[in-house]
T-cell receptor, first 116, second 112 residues
Framework: DVKVTQSSRYLVKRTGEKVFLECVQD?????MFWYRQDPGLGLRLIYF???????EKGDIPEGYSVSREKKERFSLILESASTNQTSMYLC???????????????FGAGSRLTVL | AQSVAQPEDQVNVAEGNPLTVKCTYS??????LFWYVQYPNRGLQFLLK??????LVKGSYGFEAEFNKSQTSFHLKKPSALVSDSALYFC??????????FGKGTTLSVSS
């Protein structure tokens, strides 16, 4: 089974702290994504990456940055955490457009971040 | 720009009855359409997808969805609901070369 592992299940940080959320996948997927999930708002795309060292902004990139130095790892960085970034963060990965598994996202369990 | 709408925040059905969870979309080209499910305290799981071909798509756990191009809809259906189907359901859409965009989700509650 494909596994997408998010390093922290729960985090509590203070306003202004720098926060790193790590995500690792073990199926050689080209594509990786970061979403945040908030009640009533569904999933909103923050950033995604189609290849190593590549990144694309999603719908809500403000206040976030990402890093993809290795194919299997995609990190989400909050440079200066704010209370409105309290949320559930979901990492996902997928193959590029090929084969029956193409386009199907496999999600991690999520990282619930609370910013005080 | 692509978008997806789930018009119902919650759908309530009795066990054994058919269920429908609605989804409409807007894209400029051919859509890639998906349904995902999130059970309580668990991650999102893929249910089914439509890329091309038959308009009726069958997926996991007895779910199916019908692609209707003229109505730009992709409703999720199941002939006979189970209590264990109670969960949060997300419709998602993408165009070629873009990332997946999700709806706001619909909570399905199946009563015994």
């Amino acid at each position: 089974d494909v596994k997408v592992t998010q390093s922290s299940r729960y985090l509590v940080k203070r306003t202004g702290e720098k926060v790193f959320l790590e995500c690792v996948q073990d199926m050689d997927h080209e594509n990786m994504f970061w979403y945040r999930q908030d009640p009533g708002l569904g999933l909103r795309l923050i950033y995604f990456s189609y290849d190593v060292k590549m990144k694309e902004k999603g719908d809500i990139p403000e206040g976030y940055s990402v890093s993809r130095e290795k194919k299997e790892r995609f990190s989400l960085i909050l440079e200066s955490a704010s209370t409105n970034q309290t949320s559930m963060y979901l990492c996902a990965s997928s193959y590029r457009d090929r084969g029956p598994g193409a386009n199907v996202l496999t999600f991690g369990a999520g990282s619930r971040l609370t910013v005080l | 720009a692509q978008s997806v709408a789930q018009p119902e925040d919650q759908v309530n059905v009795a066990e054994g009855n058919p269920l429908t969870v609605k989804c409409t979309y807007s894209v400029s080209g051919n859509p890639y359409l998906f349904w995902y499910v999130q059970y309580p305290n668990r991650g999102l799981q893929f249910l089914l997808k439509y890329i091309t071909g038959d308009n009726l798509v069958k997926g996991s756990y007895g779910f199916e969805a019908e692609f209707n191009k003229s109505q730009t809809s992709f409703h999720l259906k199941k002939p006979s609901a189970l209590v264990s189907d109670s969960a949060l359901y997300f419709c998602a859409v993408r165009e070629a070369g873009t990332a997946l965009i999700f709806g706001k989700g619909t909570t399905l509650s199946v009563s015994s």
